[in-house]
């Protein structure tokens, strides 16, 4: 595989996180007075040359964003609870981990891709909508994917440190308060799922360790004999088969 297939594959992903970004950042501008025309000519804060450093700008920003809005954080959180759990130090690797969660987030997040493309941005290459409405169109799909694992109590925290009033739909709540209460929740659900992970295997080192201490061993650690267990018990019932699993369907 060459290095533009990873490339390819970023790309659907970063789209939307685009459109989402510049909708936020559009917020805030309009909340200071200001407004921006992406239209091309015709106005001074909206030429192309202004619009292409602020597409550049976000794209600097695309690691944060895939962190920030997508089930990337709770599938890294729960690969490196397993690996601590195993015992296994540096295996697999950070690399490995990281480009697994990757994999796994952009299955993911198919369908959200797929509805921002037929909402958004397949209206706006053919000329239908402009800029502007494409942002606001993109931006509802992954609004309603974070709502959806987003828990209330991180909603209510951020509305109220922005100070803002509890709107009649969650469908009306602003990125601001949407995304860094989608991040929270899914780092409560990958601390929680790594903790019921970490359980099996701190039973085994427990086992272990009682043994070898009742038998005498004192000169051996535990750890070089409960490690070789643990990757045994995780092999034999399957594990990455059997997490890679479970993990998916909590975003059912």
Known sequence: MNLRTPVRMLIPAALPLLLTAHAWARAGRARSGAAWNWSGAGSAGGTVPVNILVLLTLLTLLPALLLAMTPFARLLVVFHFLRQALGTQNTPTNQTLIGLSLILTLFLMQPVVAGVREQAIQ???????DAMAAVERGAGPLRQFMLRYTREKDLSLFLELAKQPRPARPQDL????VVPA???????????IGAALY??????DMVVAAITTSVGM?????VVIST????LLFVMVDGWNLLAGSLLKTFG
């Open 199 to 204: 359980l099996p295997f701190l039973v085994v």
């Open 218 to 222: 004192l000169q051996l650690p535990p």
């Open 228 to 231: 070789p267990l643990k990757i």
């Open 123 to 129: 209206p706006y290459l053919e000329g239908r909508v």
């Open 182 to 192: 989608y991040i929270l929740s899914e780092l409560t659900a990958g601390f929680q």
């Open 174 to 177: 602003g990125m601001p308060v």
